[in-house]
């Protein structure tokens, strides 16, 4: 599967240099790690975000999140949104930051 280059490249721009980013070919996509924790990624057109399993329900509450389904699964603490609704840079910035900040909860790998 391609992911759409045109998102990842604001996906950076976005993040910016930070110490410990890294990106790497994961889930089909292209996933953007913070300290060896994936935060955000791109798969084909659609952003997946991890937010933690205890901003699950509340990500979701917003009309552009689904769960992440991978091998057929909802995976708990993640969330897809539609390309359709990463039109504009607030809700990315939005699902950037909710991932970052998880991120940064988590030890280094």
């Known amino acids: ?3 759409d280059e045109g998102l990842a490249q604001r996906i950076r721009e ?3 240099e930070r110490p410990g ?8 996509g292209l996933a953007f790690l913070l300290y060896g924790n994936m935060t955000v990624g791109v798969v084909g057109d659609e952003l997946i975000a991890r937010v ?4 699950t ?5 917003r009309p552009e999140a689904r769960p992440m389904v991978f091998t ?11 390309g359709p ?3 504009g840079d607030g809700i990315l910035r939005h699902w950037i930051t909710a ?11």
């Open 1 to 3: 599967m391609t992911y």
């Open 14 to 16: 976005q993040l910016g």
């Open 21 to 28: 980013l890294t990106e790497k070919r994961m889930f089909g």
């Open 52 to 55: 933690g399993p205890d901003r």
């Open 57 to 61: 329900a509340e990500a979701l509450a």
């Open 72 to 82: 057929g699964r909802p995976m708990r603490g993640w969330v897809t949104v539609g």
């Open 85 to 87: 609704a990463l039109a």
């Open 99 to 109: 991932a970052t900040d998880f991120a940064r909860t988590l030890p280094p790998k």
